[in-house]
């Protein structure tokens, strides 16, 4: 099973830019497809992002499309969500995922193999 901790949340203001991250351990990193995933207050948790393997492949919320960048680090064992022209209704705990299945399935939130913690992102406008 891999164990993921995620960082870089805080208080920004809207237009400014935060990078977060999502350190990965315990299994090999390149076997999982990641993701992101958001959850705002009284709202359900729902997708941002995710990304392939070798990093070939990524898909995007209609939300974020253009502002959210999801990349990874495969030697650094390191998934990341670089976040710019972020906006108040992006305020949100965000969470990486990881499925060793496939790619196209992590949009469904389902088959998940492993969540992170959650980092906070405030937006204040």
């Known amino acids: 099973q891999v164990q993921l901790v995620e960082s870089g949340g805080g208080l920004v203001q809207a237009g400014a830019s935060l990078r977060l991250s999502c350190a990965a351990s315990?299994?090999?990193?390149?076997?999982?497809?990641m993701g992101w995933f958001r959850q705002a207050p009284g709202k359900e948790r729902e997708f941002v992002a995710a990304i392939s393997r070798g990093g070939s492949s990524t898909s995007y919320a209609d939300s974020v499309k253009g502002r959210l960048t999801i990349s990874r680090d495969n030697a650094k064992n390191t998934l990341y969500l670089q976040m710019n022209n972020l906006k108040p209704e992006d305020t949100a705990v965000y969470y990486c995922?990881?499925?060793?299945?496939?790619?196209?399935?992590?949009?469904?939130?389902?088959?998940?193999?492993?969540w992170g913690q959650g980092t906070l992102v405030t937006v204040s406008s």
């Open positions: 995922a990881a499925t060793s299945a496939s790619f196209s399935g992590v949009a469904a939130g389902t088959n998940l193999d492993a």
């Open positions: 315990g299994r090999t990193f390149s076997r999982y497809a």
